[in-house]
């Protein structure tokens, strides 16, 4: 049984027309919208078939730039009615071409094409009339910036396409374009500069691509958890964004971009742990303003894993190292709480992550509302109550407000900060020194499509740290990354 197009490529058209019709309507008898026009090409008598999905189409541009110059054309040999001939003579469409391919015609036609099947002919013509409706460019909603361009990709990828190859006018752009999902069919483009990206990496990112063997693709996230090294990874290998001028400056840098039709999120490879702490408008802003919020969220990423595990620490195993004033007004005010400190620590991490999801699922007119309500609201009755000391319900309030300063790491956060509390609870402060230390080990080992991930802090430079810590200015960044440095070097090098 098929079930795919990929079933169909490699079959070809007969010749005989009431097969050749009869075969692409037993294919898509169960497609309701599957319109199909029979009509005579002027006064030849000779039939032709017109095939295309209805709501997916421009309908105007087929009745005018298609049906009527077949039917009211003047010509009388049947000769003539092939399809070189239509091409070149007849036919008003800007984008049209031939195809004898059933698989490919199929393809096309399922994605908005029109298809025109001719009598006594194995060839069929292929008339580029899609016209569906789209969201149109807007500004993404999770990446707004005050200063910057406000475009954001939309979900199909034609568009998407069109958008960055605004901000990049240069022939130098490579553009592939390939079919993954046995059923869905997804169209997918491997974007890159041909002279600054590495081939060695173009070359494994689209073999992995077209390795991936699903039924569908619906989301850029199925590529990227399908191709993503290491698979089991708390940290981002594979970068995500929503606004072109986000890609276009990545694919300056060397990386590629992947387009997923169907999805305005473009994934950008590869990717780099200094990127969790950038933001979209740094680079719209002054350096030193830009400078300044960077380094916040390097402190804001050590405040929200590390402030309750350290409380918890010496709240259970290090109670001496407290100052006296503050260790009697801790015990005053964890008097009467009927929970350790770590279960309480856990709980309160709990319940905000609870008021954080609600908040960003929720409507958006409710969600605010109810975040600064619910935290007002059940954390002041819970101290009141005795349920939970005030203390660690500032130290963890801290942490997850400190978290928010770094969206990129947010799963991340959470399984550190947990994993770091409960090391703290069973071995005090040698425990998160022991953890963190890992985590630094592991971190340091990552790399991502063969770039390794803290690339900047392995050979330290003024140069290679200029986008890492700081901002520097505009005028003193004179280089490329260093994983794209080293690599044109080296081909120079070997010219």
Known sequence: MHTGIEDYIGLTLSGDFDKDTKRIEDILKNDSILFKRLIKIGHTGVRCKLYYIDGMVNASLIDDSVIRPLVSTDINDKKLANADFLLSNILFTSDAKTQTDLGELLRSLLYGDTVIILENSKIAILIDSKGWRTRGVSEPVDERVLQGPREGFDEAAMLNMALIRRKLVTPDLCTEMLHVGRRSGTL??????????????????????????????????????????????????????????????????????????????????????????????????????????????????????????????????????????????LIRLRGGVPFPSVIECLLLIFVFEILKETGVRMPQSLGHALSIVGG???????????????????????????????????????????GLVLAASFFGLYGVFALSLILILRVLSLNSFGTDYTLPLLNPTPQGLKDTFIRAPWGNMLTRPTFNLNRIRKERKND
């Open 188 to 329: 997918v483009f491997l974007c890159y500069l041909g002279s600054l990206a590495n081939k060695k990496t173009v070359d494994f990112v689209r073999k992995k691509i077209k390795e991936i063997s699903i039924d569908g693709i619906l989301d850029s996230n199925y590529i990227s958890e399908i191709i993503k090294q290491p698979k089991y990874c708390l940290f981002k290998t594979i970068g995500t964004t929503e606004r072109p001028d986000i890609v276009a400056a990545r694919l300056l840098e060397g990386r590629i971009a992947v387009v997923v039709d169907g999805t305005p999120v473009v994934l950008t490879i590869p990717y780099l742990f200094c990127e969790n702490f950038q933001s979209d408008e740094d680079y719209y802003l002054n350096f030193l303003v830009s400078s300044v919020g960077r380094i916040l969220r390097y402190i804001c990423f050590f405040l929200a894993v590390s402030v309750p595990a350290v409380f918890v620490a010496l709240c259970v195993h290090h109670f001496d190292l407290l100052p006296t004033s503050f260790a009697v007004t």
């Open 376 to 418: 007002l609201v059940v954390g002041q009755a819970s101290v009141e109550a005795g349920i939970i000391s005030a203390p660690m319900l500032i130290a963890v309030a801290l942490s997850g407000i400190a978290g928010l300063m770094i969206p990129r790491l947010k799963g991340a956060v959470i399984y550190i900060k947990v």
